[in-house]
Nanobody, 127 residues
Framework: QLQLVESGGGLVQPGGSLRLSCVASGFTLDYYTIGWFRQAPGKEREGVSCIRSSDGSTYYADSVKGRFAISRDNAKNTVYLQMNSLKPEDTGVYYC????????????????????WGQGAQVTVSS
């Protein structure tokens, strides 16, 4: 059974940092493109970042560029999202998602292109 589990969410003050983890079971992340998405209350799910399976190329939404960093540890079958300089508008439920093979970077933050999803982790940025 293919499964993704996020962890590392929580409450943090503006300007703080969090690192989210996405652990895969039932499949090997090496062959999958992984995306991170978030959804704030009353808003649509939006793509935050992704990392491609073939070459590790990464993509970031403009709203998080320079503050967030995505990485993968194939030995641990885990993808991370390091979030720095957090802002209140970063608040939401963060999901990781996977699809086998590559995606054009321009398409890799579109939710419709992913097959497998985690259950989400709450991130709240507030003073």
């Amino acid at each position: 059974q293919l499964q993704l589990v996020e962890s590392g969410g929580g409450l943090v003050q503006p300007g703080g940092s969090l690192r989210l983890s996405c652990v895969a079971s039932g499949f090997t992340l090496d062959y999958y493109t992984i995306g991170w998405f978030r959804q704030a209350p009353g808003k649509e799910r939006e793509g935050v970042s992704c990392i491609r399976s073939s070459d590790g190329s990464t993509y970031y939404a403009d709203s998080v560029k320079g503050r967030f960093a995505i990485s993968r540890d194939n030995a641990k079958n885990t993808v991370y999202l390091q979030m720095n300089s957090l802002k209140p508008e970063d608040t939401g439920v963060y999901y990781c998602a996977a699809r086998r093979g590559n995606l054009l970077l321009s398409l890799c933050v579109a939710p419709r292109n992913y097959v497998y999803w985690g259950q989400g982790a709450q991130v709240t940025v507030s003073s």
